[in-house]
Every structure is written in structure tokens, then in C-alpha cells.
């Protein structure tokens, strides 16, 4: 199955203009019937299919509007918007699209009707991965050929004869027959011994054939003969190739609550149901060891809530967020998202910089991973000491997964 995916990523600051496109000047991983113009910012996608994208922009400022928006538009009319009363942090947008008859194109605009500005504190500006939603049915193998013909079995024996139906009722009888002549009268004779008896006269002409009598009542029917011997089986057509699956390997674990003031790994996750394990995931450290080299989708969403209220400002270089790591063989953060954070600069009343009493970090993105890897699911602190509860006060908990495309 030729899965399709994009991954593309910005790093260069500047500014995006209102219904202005998107610009990622990085692909980060494409394969597939998809391509990207990275001067224009357009995506053209080739193949009929169902398809996810999830994107978020970093911004800095929105002048004179109330919020930021960008959305999703497409050649055959898709306007899939994304958007945050707040016009400086993180924007993030999820989209599903039908693509009934490729090729089709589609882009991320800026849908806010002023110019914004990409974050300066953050490497990473704008991200945006699209992936193929794959279909679960297995593709059924060529019909085998069909056996030869098995041999005619034996005539049955012939079934008695039936009954004789009743006689039908007897016709009409015909008109009678016209009177023949009259003989010429003999000469009186003598009165003696009695004369030979004349000839008889001609036969009167045949009268008229009667109506058909009603047909009888049918017999019945005789008994059915013995069913002849079956023939041979004929033989077994050869099995059709075995269809490719299209998820091998994952696992999707839970995590009600986790505690922490700083950095640290994710740890003692349960896979009991509707979740469900993988050999090569260790729930107790949390450690998922990569069995296969291939492309992995990985999904994390990560509610929490602060343990008390914020008295303090965050320092302008503390960003933090959580990531996907892979520890080994060498440490590097694969996906990674920033926490929310309301900056506020009011001229001689107020300067606050501070995350969010509580809210959701929603990670997305599928990458190349080599067999032998160690992926895990961290906290970045990055400065903050503020106490944190990871899976919020209302038991929202913390949804991590893993699984392998084929």
C-alpha cells in the first residue's frame, strides 16, 4: 500500500500577510504521490484519499485585530479554520479532507485581516504534518482456478408410472342421419311365401362431431428416482497472496495523574482497556523500544493544571513544553510542544508573562525511526518551578500512542 505524508517546518522569522500562505521553508519527511513548492507555500496532493493534517504557527503579535487565525484552503473548497483570542503564542489546528478526485492543492493562510508576526523566542515558527488515513481492509487475493468439472453420476432409476386419470365426460351425441329413398313398390304378387328381404338402403351421411368432452383431472405425480452419486470434488483452486496490513506494531497507554515541579520523564503509565500494549513498550518507565526500522505515527495529549496561583512572571527565555525524545542511541526531541503562555505588555500598568492556570498540549507527527531506538514522552521545564499536576484537576489524564505505517 503506497501510504502518503508530508512533514514541513519553519525556523526563518518575519511575518505572514493577511490571506497570505504559509511559507515552511523545511520538509522534513514527504513520501508518497505529494509534492511541495516551497516558494509558494502550496501543497498538491495527487491521490484520491482521506487525509489528516494537523498544524500550529508560534506568533508574537496580530496588530489591531483581537486574536489570531489561520485556516486551511483547498483547490476544491475547503476552509478548515484554527484560530485563539490571544495574538501572542501558539495557534494549532487540526483538519480531515475527502479527496475524491486528485490532484487537488492546499495551503495554511493567514485568515486574521492584519499582518502577523512569528515568534522570535522559539527556533521552531509554524510546523504542519499531513498524513494518509489508511483504510483497515485487508485487499482479498485472485480468485484460484476453478476445479475441473467432477464425473455425471448415474442415471436415477425411472419413478413408477402415475395413476390414470378419471375419463372425461362423454361428448354430445350427433344429430341422426338423413333418411335414405324409398324403394320402388314390387308388383303385388300372388300371395304366397314371403318375399326375401330387400337389400338395405345406403348408409345416411355421417352427422356432425360432438363438442370435446372435459380434459380429466391430472394424475399424480410419480415418485422422484434415487439422486445419482455426487461426482468427484474438482481441486482446489491456489490461495490468493495474503493483502498487507496496515498497522503492525503500537500501543496506546493512559496516564491519570503524574506530579512535578521539574524536567522529567513521563512514568507509570496502564494499557488496561480501551487502551492496549505493545511487547516493546515498558509501562513502568515509560520506555517504548523501537523493534522494526520504519515510519512511526506518534500521538500525545497532555492536559494539566497548576497546584496554585501564578505570583510571579516568567523570564523571557522560559518556554516550557513537552516533547517526544529519543534517548537513545542519541538524545533528540522528535516531536515537541510549547506550553500556552499569555504575554501581556500594557505601558506603565501591567508586564506579565505566564502560562496558563491549566490547559491541553496536543503533540502530532510521524517520523523515521531505526530498530534498537528509545522514544519517550518528557516534561520540559526550561526555568519553570511553578508545581504542576500532568493530567489535570478533573482526572482528564494524559493519552500517549504509538504505531508503526506500513
Request: hydrophobic share 40%; aromatic share 6%.
Amino acid at each position: 500500500m503506497d501510504t502518503l505524508g508530508l512533514q514541513l517546518e519553519r525556523q526563518l522569522n518575519g511575518s505572514v500577510a493577511a490571506n497570505a500562505n504559509v511559507i515552511f521553508e523545511n520538509t522534513i519527511s514527504s513520501f508518497g504521490l505529494i509534492s511541495y513548492n516551497s516558494m509558494t507555500g502550496v501543497i498538491t496532493i495527487n491521490k484520491p484519499g482521506r487525509y489528516f493534517i494537523n498544524w500550529w504557527v508560534a506568533t508574537h503579535s496580530s496588530l489591531g485585530s483581537p486574536g489570531t487565525a489561520f485556516s486551511i484552503v483547498s483547490s476544491q473548497g475547503d476552509l478548515l479554520p484554527g484560530s485563539t483570542p490571544i495574538r501572542t503564542g501558539e495557534v494549532v489546528g487540526f483538519a480531515l479532507i475527502q479527496v475524491d478526485s486528485a490532484p487537488i492543492t492546499l495551503s495554511l493562510v493567514n485568515s486574521t485581516l492584519n499582518v502577523i508576526t512569528y515568534s522570535p523566542s522559539v527556533l521552531s515558527k509554524a510546523s504542519l504534518v499531513l498524513g494518509e488515513v489508511p483504510k483497515e481492509t485487508d485487499v482479498t487475493g485472485a480468485t484460484g482456478v476453478t476445479g475441473a468439472p467432477g464425473v455425471t453420476g448415474a442415471t436415477g432409476v425411472t419413478g413408477a408410472t402415475g395413476a390414470t386419470g378419471d375419463t372425461g365426460a362423454t361428448g354430445a351425441t350427433g344429430g341422426a342421419g338423413a333418411t335414405g329413398a324409398a324403394g320402388d313398390t314390387g308388383a303385388t304378387g300372388a300371395t304366397g311365401a314371403t318375399g326375401v328381404t330387400g337389400a338395405t338402403g345406403a348408409t345416411g351421411a355421417t352427422g356432425d362431431t360432438g363438442a370435446t368432452g372435459a380434459t380429466g383431472a391430472t394424475g399424480d405425480t410419480g415418485a422422484t428416482g434415487a439422486t445419482g452419486a455426487t461426482g468427484t470434488t474438482g481441486a482446489t483452486g491456489a490461495t490468493g497472496a495474503t493483502g498487507p496490513n496496515v498497522s503492525q506494531e503500537g500501543f496506546s497507554a493512559f496516564l491519570p495523574t503524574f506530579s512535578t515541579a521539574a524536567s522529567a520523564q513521563l512514568a507509570g503509565w496502564t494499557v488496561t482497556a480501551p487502551y492496549f500494549d505493545s511487547a516493546s513498550f515498558n509501562e513502568v518507565t515509560g520506555n517504548y523500544t523501537v523493534p522494526a526500522t520504519g515510519v512511526y505515527s506518534i500521538e500525545a495529549t497532555i492536559n494539566y493544571s497548576t497546584t496554585a496561583a501564578i505570583t510571579i512572571s516568567l523570564g523571557a527565555g522560559v518556554s516550557p513544553a513537552f516533547a517526544v525524545r529519543r534517548t537513545s542511541p542519541t538524545v533528540t526531541d522528535l516531536i515537541t510542544g510549547l506550553f500556552p503562555i499569555l504575554n501581556v505588555n500594557v505601558a506603565l500598568v501591567l508586564t506579565l508573562r505566564a502560562i496558563l492556570g491549566s490547559g491541553t498540549v496536543t503533540l502530532a507527527g510521524e517520523v523515521q525511526l531505526n530498530a534498537g531506538d528509545v522514544i519517550g514522552l518528557f516534561y520540559v521545564a526550561d526555568g519553570l518551578t511553578v508545581p504542576l499536576d500532568l493530567g489535570g484537576d478533573a482526572s482528564a489524564g494524559i493519552v500517549w500512542s504509538v504505531y508503526r505505517l506500513t
